[in-house]
Each structure stands twice: as C-alpha cells, then as structure tokens.
C-alpha cells in the first residue's frame, strides 16, 4: 500500500474540518501551559502526551460502525452505574471529596464515564421508542439521568454533576420534550430552591454567595473569582503579551492551568485574543450543528446534538465562572486546561460526531 492510500485510509473517517479545531485547541492549550507554568516544559509535555492519547482514542471511535455506538450504550452505562456506587461505597477521599476509585493499576473517575454514557444511553432508549413516544417514555429517561447524576452529587461534585444533567437534558430536548412540561419543571425546581439551598454543602452555598459579592471574603472563599475578573479586565484590548501577565506570573491567579487558564489567555491577549478563541469554539460548534442536521438516524441526532451542546455549556460555564457571572464550581476550560480525564472525554465525543459523519446507514440491532 503507497504512502497516498495509506494517508487516505487514516483520514476516511476523520471531519477535515473538526479535526482542524481541535488541532487550534492543541496548539492554544500547549502554548498556555507553558506560559501558566512559568516555563515549565514537564507541564508542557505532560499536555501534550493527554493530546496524543486523546487524539488515539478519537481515531478509533471514528473508524467504529455507528452500530457499535448503539450495543455500547447499555454495557457503558451500567459500568458507569456499577462504578459511581463503588465510589460511593469504596471511593477515595481527597479534599473532603469522594470521586476517585482505585482499581490496583490506577485511580479513575468514573462520573467523566457518564458525560459519555448517559446521553448515549438515553439517545438509544428514544431510538428503541421512536415509533411510539410517549410522556412515560420521557419519565423514564429523566429517571436514568437522575440516578448517577444523584450519586454524583452525593460525593459531592457540583461541576460534573451539571455537566451531567445538561447532557442529558439536550437529549431529553432534542428527542421533542413539550414547552409545557419544561416550564413546569422549571417553575417546580424554582419553588423548591429553599429545599435544594438546604442540601448544599456549605463550600457550595460559600460559592453562590461570593458570586453575589466575593468582597465579603476576598482572602477567602471569594478570593479565585476576585483574581479571575482582575486577570481578565486587565488585559485590556490587546493584552498584556505572551508570558507578560503579571497576575499569573506574580502567582496571584490561582489554577491558572487549570480552571483559571481562560484568565491566563484573557489577561497575555486581551479582548482581540478572546475573539480569536470565541471564534475557534464557534468552528467547532458551528460544525458540530451541521453534522447534527445532516445525521441520517434519530439516535445519531440525538447524539450529535447533546455532544455538541454539552461542550458549548462546558465552555460557557467556565467562561462565566472566569469572568464572575457564574459561581466557581470547578468546570475546566474545554481542550484547554491541564488534564486528561476531561480532555479524553471530549475527544471521544468528538470521535462519535466524526462517525456519525462518516458512517452515514446505522445498522439496526
């Protein structure tokens, strides 16, 4: 096989344009991991090795018929399930959180599994009832959302668990939710805010409160989104220049890797630099919508939208919680921050759009 087969064959199920995005992503994400980590190249190729497993793990989803993606929703999601209560009963404990469970080779996370499991689960159970939907049905894919996303919340972990519960919801949506019973949710989950406010741990209900008015402790619980929206506002137009942010190189900006790394890029780039990266999120959104109205099937729909709306809320919100219009709840900048549970979550998300573009006839089972 010649050097031009081989290089067509590699690409056959890989978005041209999709692909560029998320080579953008990578290019921005190593760039500012050098900058947010003082020069430090280990961070940097530590970054890059995520990207790389990232970008396997999206090959090979892309290349998978999307009758594999229907068989796998239900094992996955039962997985999912079986190790969100084994944390609950065995998990480790770290900063007062239950998230993590140790399997002798590792220490993983499982509720990242769900962001993938729980919108493929409840796509598959729509396609199953597609001839015949009935409210029943949308109680019961309500009910396989609410469960892990419970135990998710349990740990606690308020971030993941919204992230969660949006995933799910886009399904819910997409899969044709009446108005009505949307704004009754609504108006029932506005109503019962005192009894919610009550289950919150005390950190969470801090974090709504500095979101209010941070000054109130701004040494403490009010400190990150205080740092964030002075990192933000004093890059100004242009920016104060690559590696010339002095609230991320004088350490007064906190996770600045991590959660914070949209401050980091807001304050060296200024209002142009956020454009530029507004415009890099909008590609990929943009096209994730194309491929959503282009899938052949209800479940590749289903899918594609909730993949896509998911990661235009991930975005947002850590925008918002950067910037100090949302609380901080711990949600990383998408294909940017350090990391590599949330960044191979993504790529595979992103190895289902490329599949449901690529592999046009679901075979049905």
């Known amino acids: ?36 980590s003082d020069g430090s190249w280990m961070r940097v190729l530590a970054q890059f090795v995520n990207f790389l497993v990232a970008f396997g793990a999206l090959w090979i989803v892309a290349n998978m018929p999307l009758h594999w993606l229907l068989r796998s929703a239900v094992p ?25 469970l140790n399997i002798g080779v590792a220490t993983i996370q499982p509720s990242e599994l769900m962001k993938i499991a729980i919108p493929l689960m409840m796509a598959w159970y729509f396609e199953k009832h597609e001839a015949t939907l009935r409210l029943g049905n949308y109680v019961v894919a309500t009910i396989l959302l609410l469960l892990p996303v419970a135990l998710i919340v349990r740990q606690p972990d308020l971030g ?20 009505r019973i949307m704004i009754g949710l609504s108006v029932a989950a506005a109503a019962s805010a005192p009894f919610l406010w009550s289950m919150l741990h005390d950190y969470q209900r801090h974090r709504i409160l500095m979101l209010l008015d941070p000054s109130q402790d701004a040494l403490g619980k009010g400190y990150h989104t205080i740092q964030g929206m002075i990192a933000v506002g004093s890059g100004g137009i242009l920016g104060k220049g690559y590696m010339n942010g002095t609230q991320t190189h004088l350490d007064f900006l906190p996770e600045r890797t991590t959660d914070f790394v949209f401050a980091v890029w807001s304050e060296e780039f200024g209002l142009i630099g956020n454009l530029l990266l507004l415009g890099l999120y909008g590609l990929v959104i943009g096209r994730g919508f194309i491929i959503t109205a282009n899938a052949s099937t209800y479940f590749t729909r289903l899918m594609a939208g909730s993949i896509t709306l998911t990661f235009f809320t991930y975005a947002f ?49």
């Open 1 to 36: 096989m010649n050097a031009a087969k081989l290089k067509q064959r590699f690409m056959q199920h890989l978005d041209p344009v999709l692909l560029a995005g998320l080579g953008g992503f990578a290019f921005v994400s190593l760039m500012l991991m050098y900058s947010a």
């Open 76 to 100: 996955m999601y039962v997985l999912g399930m079986l190790l969100l209560i084994a944390v609950a009963l065995f998990g480790e404990i770290s900063h007062g959180a239950r998230r993590w």
């Open 160 to 179: 993941t668990s919204i992230l969660i519960w949006a995933s799910g919801f886009y399904v819910l949506f997409l899969a044709g939710l009446s108005w």
């Open 317 to 365: 919100v850590n925008m918002g919680m950067v910037s100090g219009i949302l609380p901080v709840v711990g949600v990383p900048l998408p294909l940017i921050s350090y990391g590599g549970t949330s960044l191979l979550t993504l790529m595979l998300g992103f190895g289902m759009l490329m599949s449901i573009h690529t592999h046009k006839q679901l075979v049905k089972t």
